[in-house]
């Protein structure tokens, strides 16, 4: 089991220094055996609202870092041209020295469509093409696109990155469907715990190697990647308290988003003008979240919950640790997190089961 750092924080919940946690956060996983660093592509909306272009972020974390891995958690690739889509990385991985990796979502929101409002109809599909596409262009090969007087033109892309191939993810909200397609194609997996459990991974996850296997892939290649909201502490009674408002208000932004895509939609929202309606909502998904789907709790309350990640098939863990709470307790609980990962690995050499953490 691999940990990383996800980040995806609100807007109006950063203050005045927007990126310093996360350029300060980054620093520390770089040196403490961390796999990679996450990032997304947020358009419109103070949820996310930071992060519009993750290759832009990745480039300034290729200079405060030597280890990590800089991936864009996701892109939405039919917002964008192939062609500029591994230009961007091929720059990040040339400053990075061979780190990126690019998990790829069609996105859902059609506002977000302002940028190319002519792939949402089809932007499922159109991104598999567009995958195709990029890693033909990241190998040095050519490919053929309109120019501007409506011939076909071959482009060939620079700089060359550094690594041969592009390591890429499919995003998924837990759809089977999606990791049978990714194991089609020879693609990781970037899910959460969103709309599934963790006991449901468990058969999407075996499916997803029996896929990759039925392709002509190594079924134990393929990384299965699943971001978590974490916050760790000495107290749970603290941890919870800690988490409880700034948790909430970050789910309440969430929602609103979801609000104005039915609203978009012409479908029924949550009534998120009914304040008794939306409080009541909020505090029973905090609480599921409390109990099931989150790293909330302590260094050891937390093991079992990393343990049946493991179980589940699970390879790594991506830690999103923006979800408001005060910076200077985030950095508290990185370490915290640390002393997590650190305590597995203790077990592991102490002759525990087969081994969960690395690094």
Known sequence: MDFSLFFFGSYNQMGSDTYQLLLDTVKIADENGFKAVWTPERHFHDFGGVFPNPSVISAALA????????????????????????EEWSVVDNLSNGRVGVSFTAGWHPDDFILNPS????????????IKIIRQLWRGETSEFPNGVGNL?????YPKPKAKELPIWITTTGKEESFIRAGRIGANVLTHLLYQDISSLHGKIKLYRQTLQENGYNPEQGVVTVMIHTFIGDDLDHVKQTIRQPFTDYLASSINL?????????????????????????????????????????????IQTVRLMHEAGVNEIA??????????????????????????????????????VHG
């Open 63 to 86: 200079m405060i870092t030597q280890n990590l891995q800089l991936r864009a958690g996701s892109i939405v690739s039919p917002l964008h041209h192939p062609v500029r889509i591994v």
């Open 319 to 356: 830690c999103l640790v923006d979800f408001g709470i005060e910076a200077s307790a985030v950095m508290q609980g990185l370490d915290k997190l640390i002393e997590l990962k650190q305590l597995i690995a203790q077990m592991n050499q102490t002759g525990g089961n087969s081994p969960l």
């Open 119 to 130: 792939t949402f109809g089809n932007r499922s599909e159109y991104m598999y093409e567009q």
């Open 153 to 157: 033109a071959k482009a060939k892309t």
């Open 258 to 302: 979801g609000d104005a895509l039915r609203k978009n939609m012409n479908q029924s929202g949550t009534k998120g003008n009914d304040p008794a309606l939306m409080k009541t909502m909020l505090q029973i998904i905090f609480e599921r979240y409390w109990k099931s789907a989150a790293l909330f709790g302590t260094p050891d309350s937390c």
